[in-house]
């Protein structure tokens, strides 16, 4: 056997070496872009899909760029409608469970009471619980002789059920805010002659209200793409995503993907927006 020089195994190992350390630094970084590009790519052809022209019923193969779907999203009966209602009971679901999900953290985090652990208990079981299970229970309910005598299946068992679900995110989102709030903020207002309501009208209202906002725009995107549990409680009335559902079974119009891109843009504009408000602030409280 022949001996490797030592002149030719010192290039060797510092080739090694360079890509070892290239692939340690950047592993992380290439596996974030294949991850968002993973995410990304279906996004991307539901858009490009929504200025298809199909020669049929089926939005599934690429026939020619228009923008007559656009012009005319709304030129498929009963989508209108659909969106309409889907707008509405997310909207109104979004704001109840905000606010209820707002004083039921304050309520868990900042006091202790008997049954505070049963509390976050009950809170915590709609995010665990099944789907399909928790419809399947809501329609129980609201079949019962004594419900079904008052509230007929339609958008106020609909709007019920959203709220319902939609409460367990808003606590979670606002009691993470809570937790690392500095309550001698509070503490000082209230020194200066600030009753309860005035310290959590300029002081605890303003420094919660990212929390407010990004429960508002969760609750509002889980409402509005909620499917199996309005499903089970829709009665009469067709959100939107029950108009997709039952559209795929005979042909998806390209309508649809016009929806959906609308909604994913102005969720990421409002994101978007977000944050550049909150980097504007801080950079002003950083000045200050």
């Not at 309409?84 to 953290?105: H, K, N, P, Q, R």
């Not at 009950?122 to 419809?135: D, H, K």
């Not at 509002?220 to 829709?234: E, H, P, R």
Request: charged share 10%; hydrophobic share 55%; glycine share 6%.
């Amino acid at each position: 056997m022949t001996a490797v020089p030592a002149t030719e195994r010192m290039p060797r190992e510092r080739t090694v070496s360079r890509v070892w350390s290239f692939v340690k630094h950047h592993a992380l970084t290439a596996y974030a872009i294949l991850a968002f590009t993973y995410l990304m790519v279906p996004i991307a052809v539901v858009i490009a899909f929504s200025f298809n022209n199909p020669a049929g019923r089926f939005n599934y193969t690429w026939s020619g760029f228009t923008f007559d779907n656009w012009k005319h999203w709304d030129g498929v009966p009963g989508l209108r409608s659909a969106m309409v209602l889907s707008l509405e009971i997310a909207f109104i679901a979004s704001l109840v469970a905000t606010a209820l999900g707002t004083l039921i953290a304050l309520a868990l985090v900042r006091y202790g009471f008997r049954g505070r652990g049963a509390t976050n208990l009950l809170i915590f079981l709609p995010l665990s619980t099944p789907e399909i299970v928790l419809g399947a229970s809501l329609l129980t309910l609201f079949l019962n002789n004594h419900v079904s005598k008052v509230l007929q299946l339609g958008f106020w068992t609909i709007l019920i059920a959203h709220v319902m679900f939609c409460i367990s995110f808003a606590v979670v989102t606002v009691k993470a805010r809570l937790i690392g709030f500095d309550r001698h903020l509070e503490e000082a207002a209230m020194d200066l002659g600030a009753n309860e309501w005035v310290t959590f009208q300029k002081v605890t209202l303003p420094l919660i209200a990212p929390a407010l906002l990004a429960s508002l725009l969760l609750c509002f995107a889980i409402s509005i793409d909620d499917f199996v549990v309005t499903y089970f409680n829709n009665g009469p009335k067709i959100t939107f995503p029950l108009f997709v559902w039952g559209a795929a079974r005979v042909g998806a119009p390209p309508q649809v993907n016009v929806i959906g891109s609308v909604i994913f843009i102005v969720a990421v504009s409002v994101m978007v927006a977000n944050v550049l408000v909150q980097m504007r602030r801080a950079k002003s409280a950083a000045t200050a």
